[in-house]
């Protein structure tokens, strides 16, 4: 599968072809896979990858129904989620017993409290009827997207919805940097560098070594900013009934980890994600167009070149 606009595809026929690819393997990966643990996973990065791809082509949809398809897709994802979140913490205290042995006690102690409450459940902490819903979901959003229409249909719109996502980064960064303890700030922030990762994936055919480049500087951003929220959630826990069964010392140090953690992947991202989001936004969406644009004469001379090529080829050869 191919998560890419094509330089000779039409802009709508390349949104219902990646689209639904995406929900299609969301599904595949809900239904088929044995450990539904790896299953919802997998699920869920399709998910994000259709909602980045609304939100570059937001201007085309309309407010409306950008909202309406996003918020559908959103509620998808949050109906898996909480499966999700356990799974992370688990898979988190698992790490610690051998990273930080220091640590060994306190995060064996919640482990075993946390498995336990795992082997109530159907094997990944989610219900299967939030599986079974969201099949359903999933297939209803497939056929909608399949006879989607954008206004207008052209490269623009692409230009428009990613000037719009990365203006949000910008803005995102901004409060992130004024207020740097603040969860629902680095959140935001979070969700920018993973649209800018996938869009700039999206649009690699206008200049491939670079865009990718740019996606590999976002995802790593995407991925401390996922880290730090892996340890909010783990903060979560520690918050609630569960960890009532620690004793305090176990409590505290699981908490100390948790703050220094938080101040590590913080100090890294923060410096990365303003080098991301240092264009401005309408620049970066200019030379976007331009490069697109130079991408597409090249790549109709090339195939004009070869066509004249052959043509020539089987003359002589007649």
Not at 39 to 52: M, P
Not at 68 to 80: C, Q, S, V
Request: charged fraction near 30%; proline fraction near 3%; glycine fraction near 8%.
């Amino acid at each position: 599968m191919a998560y890419r606009l094509k330089l000779k595809e039409p802009l709508a026929k390349g949104v219902r072809r990646i689209a639904g690819e995406q929900l299609g393997n969301a599904a595949a990966r809900l239904q088929g896979d044995a450990d539904l643990e790896t299953g919802v996973h997998e699920a869920r990065k399709s998910l994000k990858r259709t909602r980045a791809l609304l939100r570059l082509i937001r201007p085309g949809l309309g407010d409306a129904g950008f909202r309406k398809a996003n918020a559908r897709l959103r509620d998808i994802a949050r109906g898996l989620s909480a499966a999700r979140d356990r799974d992370v913490v688990r898979a988190h205290l698992n790490g610690l017993l051998k990273a930080k042995p220091a640590l060994a006690k306190a995060a064996r102690h919640l482990l075993a409290v946390l498995d336990a409450a795992h082997t109530t459940t159907n094997g990944s902490g989610a219900p299967t009827r939030n599986v079974a819903q969201a099949l359903r979901e999933i297939d209803a959003m497939r056929r909608e997207i399949g006879a989607i229409v954008l206004n207008p249909a052209t490269f623009e719109t692409i230009v428009a919805g990613l000037t719009k996502s990365h203006r949000a980064g910008r803005k995102a960064l901004a409060r992130a940097l004024e207020s740097p303890g603040e969860e629902e700030a680095l959140h935001e922030l979070r969700k920018a560098a993973q649209a800018y990762w996938r869009q700039m994936i999206l649009v690699q055919q206008a200049w491939p070594e670079a865009f990718l480049a740019r996606a590999a500087a976002a995802k790593l951003v995407a991925d401390l900013l996922g880290q730090d929220h892996d340890i909010a959630l783990l903060e979560g826990v520690l918050a609630g009934p569960e960890a009532q069964a620690l004793t305090a010392t176990e409590h505290r140090a699981l908490a100390r980890y948790c703050a220094v953690r938080h101040g590590e992947l913080r100090s890294e991202a923060l410096p990365k994600a303003q080098l991301l989001f240092i264009e401005q936004s309408g620049q970066l969406g200019v030379r976007i167009s331009e490069l697109w644009n130079a991408a597409r004469r090249a790549a109709r001379s090339e195939t004009r070149g070869r066509t004249r090529d052959e043509g020539a080829a089987a003359r002589r050869s007649s």
